[in-house]
């Protein structure tokens, strides 16, 4: 069974190694940690300085391990509304449901910690299997004028909003 706990600098290292690649990295960050790759420090740093605004820094583990890493936060500007944000599951433990299952955690964190009346996130389009999982969660797509679009790797990376009511 999957718990959450708050970040630690420890959990540092094993989040920049799921980051296999620059594409996992940007589609996970958007850029907001840098340059790849990432070393656990970098993380840190972040979360330390400009992250300090990520809100609750939260890791998901079992029996087996830290298993995922997300952020909540809520929003400035909309009253009762949080931001997840940074969700990224263990490379190792993906395909097997957990993604699902620390989604929903990251839910009944807003709404009972936070008493939050809706949650939202950001997916780029090409990250099906988060959009598929953020769906199947019961997210639905907000206004396509919520659409972003990135310049990552040369390319133009289209990010969609997500949005989940309780």
Known sequence: MLKIRDYQKSDAEYIASWCEN???????????YGTYPITGDDINTYYDGKGKNQGYKL???????????FTVRMLRDQNNVA??????????RRGQGFGKEMIRLALDY????????KATLEVFE?????????????????????????????????CRELEYEF
């Open 22 to 32: 620059k594409t996992v990295f940007h589609m996970w960050c958007a850029d907001q």
């Open 83 to 92: 931001r997840i944000g940074f969700v990224i599951i263990n490379n190792e």
């Open 110 to 117: 807003a709404r009972k910690k936070l008493n939050a009346e």
């Open 59 to 69: 890791t998901a583990f079992d029996e087996n391990g830290i298993v995922g890493h």
């Open 126 to 158: 090409d990250n099906q299997a988060a959009y598929n999982c953020y769906k199947s969660v019961g997210f639905k797509e907000t206004d396509p004028k919520k659409t972003e679009i990135y310049d990552i790797l040369g390319e133009k990376w289209v």
